[in-house]
């Protein structure tokens, strides 16, 4: 996220001095030169630019992964598995503002966090395996693939969707490590009722412009957890890959 310094002689939707959000590759750095018809967008006035900065991809992914992937209808019960996360924060928001019923999986101590962006009920998985629950559910978006397919399909409606956010899991293959999961949710998928899939977001401007208009009329609300400055990126990457980031983490150019 940042200010528009110059554009292109036959750009016409962008001026200078605009304030714009976006992503491509390279992004630490002072300077990006995107293609002004891909995944940029004008930025809300009522957000920051460190929260825009969040919303790229983590944003896009729970956008897609429910409205494209999950088809979440009003009044469906959705479980998200890593409701706290980066993608998890946009997908609680974005799920309740599509009327569905939300259920989110997250440690003890993010428990409030997932309650103030709207889940209707929260499971703590240091005390309770949601996946032996009684409850059944419409969509499942599993951002962390720690519980076999099989059980994740006995918690799902027999017309439910299952959305894999990347992959991984237990009983990887010893070969071919996280694809193993994938593979099998692509093989498992034609031959059951319900539908099993993986998302591969599509950063566009469309859809940045759909996730503007949420974050404008208050809707969706980024979750920044830290923040760090451009030097500090190595100390940045070492955080993420701790996998307890509430939200986003993001990286000031001063």
């Given at each position: 996220a940042g200010t528009v310094e110059a554009v292109g002689k036959n750009v016409t939707q962008f001026k200078p001095g605009d304030e714009v959000f976006g992503g491509r590759g390279g992004a630490f750095a002072e300077y990006v030169c995107p293609r002004a018809?891909?995944?940029?967008?004008?930025?809300?006035?009522?957000?920051?630019?460190?929260?825009?900065?969040?919303?790229?991809?983590?944003?896009?992914?729970?956008?897609?992964?429910?409205?494209?992937?999950?088809?979440?209808?009003?009044?469906?019960?959705?479980?998200?598995?890593?409701?706290?996360?980066?993608?998890?924060?946009?997908?609680?928001?974005?799920?309740?503002?599509?009327?569905?019923?939300?259920?989110?999986?997250?440690?003890?101590?993010?428990?409030?966090?997932?309650?103030?962006?709207?889940?209707?009920?929260?499971?703590?998985?240091?005390?309770?395996?949601?996946?032996?629950?009684?409850?059944?559910?419409?969509?499942?978006?599993?951002?962390?693939?720690?519980?076999?397919?099989?059980?994740?399909?006995?918690?799902?409606?027999?017309?439910?969707?299952?959305?894999?956010?990347?992959?991984?899991?237990?009983?990887?293959?010893?070969?071919?490590?996280?694809?193993?999961?994938?593979?099998?949710t692509m093989l498992l998928s034609p031959f059951v009722s319900q539908k099993m899939g993986m998302m591969m977001a599509d950063a566009n401007q469309k859809d940045l412009t759909v996730l503007g208009d949420m974050m404008q009329s208050g809707k969706v609300k980024p979750v920044i957890d830290r923040t760090y400055k451009l030097s500090e990126v190595p100390a940045a990457i070492a955080y993420v890959e701790q996998g307890h980031a509430r939200g986003k983490v993001v990286i000031t150019v001063e």
């Open positions: 018809s891909r995944a940029v967008a004008l930025k809300p006035a009522n957000i920051t630019f460190e929260q825009a900065a969040s919303v790229n991809i983590a944003g896009i992914t729970a956008l897609q992964a429910l409205r494209d992937k999950g088809n979440v209808q009003p009044g469906q019960k959705v479980l998200i598995n890593g409701a706290s996360g980066g993608v998890g924060t946009f997908a609680v928001q974005i799920a309740k503002s599509f009327g569905a019923e939300v259920t989110g999986v997250c440690s003890t101590r993010n428990i409030d966090l997932v309650r103030s962006l709207g889940a209707d009920h929260v499971i703590d998985y240091t005390k309770e395996d949601f996946a032996k629950g009684a409850e059944r559910y419409d969509v499942i978006l599993d951002n962390v693939p720690n519980h076999s397919l099989s059980e994740c399909r006995r918690i799902l409606n027999p017309n439910g969707k299952y959305v894999m956010i990347g992959g991984g899991g237990p009983n990887d293959s010893r070969w071919i490590g996280p694809f193993g999961r994938v593979i099998n």
